[in-house]
């Protein structure tokens, strides 16, 4: 969601700058998306700094490492365990 809503907000500060021509009174909209671009940006690199510190946490099964597993044989003769 994170690199997501990131690229949304550069989207959108991009359109802001470059594509609207529209004035509202003490508000210049170029500068609002300039300032969203840059948020963008930031929170896109914040994004892909946690997918890359959650990638080296959790590391796969080392390969010299046999993995074994025990199968437990019951009959139904057998009487219930409690």
């Known amino acids: 969601m994170t ?7 550069i989207m959108l500060g991009a359109v802001l700058t470059w594509a609207v021509e529209w004035d509202i009174a003490g508000l210049d909209i170029n ?7 840059l948020g963008g940006i930031a929170l896109l690199l914040f994004g892909l700094y946690r997918v890359r510190v959650t990638r ?9 490492k046999e993995r074994t597993t025990v199968y437990e044989e019951r009959r139904y003769t057998d009487p219930p365990q409690i």
């Not at 690199?3 to 907000?9: D, N, R």
């Open 56 to 64: 080296q946490i959790v590391s796969p099964v080392e390969p010299d």
């Open 3 to 9: 690199i997501a809503g990131s690229i949304f907000l």
């Open 31 to 37: 500068i609002v998306g300039v300032i969203l671009m």
